[in-house]
């Protein structure tokens, strides 16, 4: 009787330099996980919503805890914050951030679009 295959693993994660690149890792991670909820074209005028989250992270990358920093103006997209926070979820555990120098955090600005839709706003550079 042939031995069983081995349990497919997770492709590694790559280790970020510094903030900056994880940072940017870290949105393309929100990309990936949310693939029929994130657009990456041009940005359109004006914005359904901009809601700011920060995540704290655990050494390993996985989520700690998300705060709210900022929830968007209009009464019609103030949804799209818990839209924001179940990307963060879906996206989770992050590349692992224990190398990198505390705190272990980060800030995303989510860009939505009239139909749900976001863009981390750290790709738009």
Do not use: C
């Not at 996985?62 to 924001?84: E, G």
């Amino acid at each position: 009787m042939p031995a069983p295959a081995p349990a497919p693993t997770k492709p590694a994660q790559p280790l970020a330099r510094d903030w900056k690149e994880y940072h940017r890792l870290a949105a393309q991670r929100l990309v990936m996980a949310n693939p029929d909820r994130t657009f990456m074209g041009t940005v359109s005028d004006p914005l359904k919503g901009i809601p700011i989250l920060e995540v704290e992270l655990n050494g390993d990358g996985s989520v700690r805890q998300i705060k709210v920093q900022r929830r968007p103006r209009p009464a019609d997209a103030q949804h799209t914050t818990q839209l924001a926070i179940d990307a963060v979820r879906r996206a989770a555990p992050f590349p692992p951030v224990s190398h990198l120098p505390k705190p272990w955090a980060y800030t995303e600005v989510f860009l939505f679009q009239d139909d749900d839709r976001f863009k981390p706003r750290t790709l738009d550079d």
